[in-house]
């Protein structure tokens, strides 16, 4: 590898050594890398404030999540049918050559009777369907708008499925940070206890029992953890993104706060009715299978089809006109078929869309009031315990005082702080609990962020 490379250029001779070889070819694969890595799609990647941009987060659904992207596939097809609907049908070309001779000829001795006899024919025909395009593309339109609902209402389950998995990630970080705080001061606890019982002061039995229950904080704090990356795991499957923690304990307890404080409606209304798209898309469905009905009720009109045609005799010989135009009409008989097939399938479709909707708005009206009755229900329990906290801290102030004044031990100061803590993840889970409820009441009322390209509009 140390032997050189001789050359010849046309100036002379020129030396090349080994390793120069392969530093340039190292730097042609590192470039090559480089280029394919730049070619390859960069997955997107969220940032803890992301968490409380809800556009982004729906823009990012709206863009990669797997049922959200066949929903609006579908779109794709309602639109293609409204365009068939839209479009005339073809004209029909048709062409023929007749009065072919076969055999002798009238008269026998006529010269070239192939040339002479047949008649050669054109014609274009065009159907015109009668009170049928109106209500077809009605029918085609409505179903557009009811797969662009459709979307939305995938959108929809899917943006709160992603918030109800924030929420968990929030929780448990904040649970994971209280925790470990309590295996700090039980790991003091106990290293005080030791003391005391090495004096004689308390029994072992008692260190055995910190022990145990500093078992039992490590086992939480731990649980706490796991719980918050398979929440993140959770979310980086729906997104297709990784999900981080949140920058601190603190913020993630204030995004809990924040958003389970929300202002919301607390009862069922005409507005919240036209907010959920679910219902959007049945209400579109619905006036589908009713011009849809229409359209089947219509079959028994029968279409008429008209044709104009030109003729080239040759066989003039007999007093047969050169050139004619002939100018033809054909309508079907709706003797069989009077749409009774397609009149059915309308009639369930309208049918069950109504039942369905119907199904829909009492069940939405329930879960508002629900949702409703379970934050009023929560919010006087957070005042308790908050009052409880208030006293809790209290108590820990007095106590951390009175120790450095030598009026308490560091037991009675560790205890009180345990106590603390302990109302501390209870009132994280109830924030958990609020901020949950939240999100139930804002499904059920049909409130979140619209992408760019629906803000205003159920389409895409």
Known sequence: MGRSIE??????????DGWTVVYLLMAVGSLAMAH??????????????DYADEAKLVALLWSRSPDVVDARGAVG??????????????????????????GPTTPGDLHDPIGNVPNYTVGVSELFELAKRGPRQAAAAAELEAAHAQALSTLSVRFFALLEIVGRIAKNQVRAAVAGGQVVAGQRLMELDKARAGK??????EVERKEVEHARLLAARDAARTDLETARADCAALLAASCPRFETAKSARHFLRERAAQTLPETW????ERQRPDIAALDAALHAATERTILAERHVIPDVTVRLGYTYDTFVISGNQRQSLALGMQLPLPVLDQGQADLQAATAALVHAAQVRESLVETGRVSVQSAARQRQLIAARVQQLQAALVKARSLLDTMAGAARQGGASQVDVLLARRSYQELLLDRTDLTAEAYSATLRLRQAAGIFPRPDELRGTVQP
Do not use: F, H
Request: aromatic share 4%; proline share 10%; hydrophobic share 40%.
């Open 7 to 16: 050359g010849y250029t046309a100036g002379g001779a020129c030396r090349v």
């Open 269 to 272: 209304s005409a507005e919240t």
């Open 200 to 205: 004689g002061d308390i029994a072992v039995v």
């Open 77 to 102: 097809l309602a639109a293609s049918e409204l365009t068939r609907a839209r479009t005339y049908p073809n004209p029909a070309l048709d062409m023929g050559w007749g009065t072919i001779p076969v």
């Open 36 to 49: 394919a890595s730049e070619a390859q799609p960069v997955a997107p990647s969220l940032k803890p404030v």
